[in-house]
């Protein structure tokens, strides 16, 4: 469910774990609503590892949906900017599995963990899964091998093409964005709560020798042959460098910064026509609102560099983001004497303040303790409808608090009573929620102490 409406269950955002949805799924035998990549991917591990199956969740960012299996992700826009087909995309994040397990049906060596997706994203041979597939295979570009390993490799190693249809209805590639998707791939580390990088378990170092071999590699098993090394579309002059620059992420109440540098290598003037479009996006990738549009001419002098700087205040815009939306610019550029294009998409994400979870004294098994989870209002307007989501193994039932309006710029704090049942490390989880605002967490860790009586 993608439509933001989620009053017939549970907002995917509210599950702080997969405890209470097995749960449910146990006591009604009916499916349990609403869950989105994360949620799927988190029961899966909990359900894999009840098995005996080593498991975990995968975040990748900048995530590839390759709907046509050319292993490019294809844009087109018209020739004013203006998006007219995006049947590919690119998430912002996309959470799947790997569970390590023995593969018998494939050649020695491919092994190991094996990627696999709770949420499948396009059919294989007939019905929606996808994988399991060697993580191993993937690296390599051996897509050949089962189950959907062409898949996850675009997911992680795909290239972006910006194509520009005419009036007349042909088209052309205005630019070709290699490294642009298949960043951060990461899982939680063991034993400890911070991020483990997977990214060189899924591909080679972007530029390598190793990385084209396995591009070039997957790209004979794929539908259409891949542009890999040059852009047979491009002009043969190419003396203006485009390059991008922005925050990556952004706080809601500062302005979201991108910069495009133009710089002329030539001895002679340069006339670029320059446009941007700026827009509100789903994690999925998938437009939600046009914000802002414009087109300029920029002349350079021969050997010269010039800036130009785009700037767009989140909180301006608020009433149009859903939760887990970003900002995404596309820059467009035709050099006039030389016919030269250049297209580049920006993805920057929305920073809002965590929950501030804190335990207010000492923690002992079976005695009761206060937790003290904090929030503050960063938006300019009333948030109402709110509630706190705790839940905590081993130290607290996952339970919701329905909570007062909170007016703009103010921090309440929520004060909560539990009493561990497990001793050891244990971390108490909380999301809070609005009408306005939502998806907003924080977790503690605590460490539960035994009481020995003499």
């Known amino acids: 469910n993608w439509s933001g409406d989620y009053a017939d269950g549970v907002a995917p955002w509210k599950w702080n774990g997969s405890v209470q949805i097995l749960q449910q799924y146990h006591k009604t035998k009916e499916p349990v609503s609403y869950g989105q990549c994360w949620v799927f991917s988190a029961v899966t591990t909990t359900v894999l590892r009840c098995l005996g199956i080593p498991a975990r969740s995968v975040t990748n960012f900048s995530s590839a949906h390759d709907t046509d299996s050319s292993l490019t992700i294809d844009k087109v826009v018209d020739e004013s900017g203006?998006?007219?087909?995006?049947s590919d995309s690119v998430w912002n994040f996309h959470v799947w599995n790997e569970a390590w397990m023995a593969r018998p049906d494939l050649p020695q060596g491919y092994g190991g963990w094996q990627a696999l997706d709770a949420t499948p994203q396009e059919m294989s041979k007939g019905i929606y899964c996808c994988g399991p597939a060697s993580v191993t295979a993937i690296k390599h570009g051996q897509v050949q091998y089962n189950f959907d390993a062409r898949f996850i490799?675009?997911?992680v190693n795909a290239d972006k093409v910006h194509w520009c249809r005419q009036r007349d209805g042909s088209c052309y590639v205005m630019g070709l964005?290699?490294?642009?998707?298949?960043?951060?791939?990461?899982?939680?580390a063991v034993g400890v709560n911070d991020r483990e990088d997977l990214t060189r378990n899924y591909k080679f170092e972007e530029w390598t020798e190793e990385e084209r071999a396995a591009v070039r590699r997957a790209a004979q098993y794929g539908s259409r042959r891949r542009m890999d090394d040059d852009n047979p579309y491009e002009a043969d002059v190419k003396d203006v460098e485009f390059s991008l620059v922005d925050d990556g992420s952004a706080p809601v109440n500062e302005d979201v910064d991108c910069k495009i540098t133009l710089k002329n290598t030539s001895n002679e003037v340069r006339n670029v026509t320059l446009s941007y479009n700026a827009n509100v996006v789903k994690y999925t990738g998938v437009q939600l609102r046009k914000l802002r549009k414009e087109k300029m001419e920029v002349e350079l002098q021969p050997n010269s560099t010039q800036d130009v700087n785009v700037a767009?205040?989140?909180m301006e815009h608020m009433e149009y983001m859903e939760d887990k939306c970003a900002l995404k610019f596309l820059f467009i550029a035709h050099v006039q004497e030389t016919g030269q294009t250049f297209a580049s998409e920006r993805v920057i994400d929305i920073d809002f303040p965590d929950l501030d979870v804190k335990v207010l004294g000492k923690t002992d098994l079976g005695q009761q303790v206060t937790a003290a989870i904090t929030f503050t209002n960063p938006l300019t307007r009333v948030l109402t409808d709110c509630e706190f989501?705790?839940?905590?193994?081993?130290?607290?039932?996952?339970?919701?608090?329905l909570f007062r309006n909170i007016r703009p710029g103010e921090t309440v704090t929520l004060e909560e009573k539990f009493t561990p049942k497990r001793a050891?490390?244990?971390?108490?989880?909380?999301?809070?929620?609005?009408?306005?605002l939502c998806d907003i967490t924080g977790e503690a860790e605590v460490r539960v102490g035994v009481v020995l009586h003499s």
């Open 177 to 188: 964005e290699k490294g642009a998707v298949g960043r951060y791939i990461s899982t939680k």
């Open 312 to 314: 767009i205040n989140p």
């Open 153 to 155: 490799f675009a997911e």
């Open 424 to 436: 050891g490390l244990k971390e108490i989880v909380a999301n809070f929620g609005s009408r306005e």
């Open 389 to 401: 989501n705790i839940e905590g193994p081993g130290l607290q039932k996952p339970k919701t608090v």
């Open 82 to 86: 203006d998006l007219v087909e995006d």
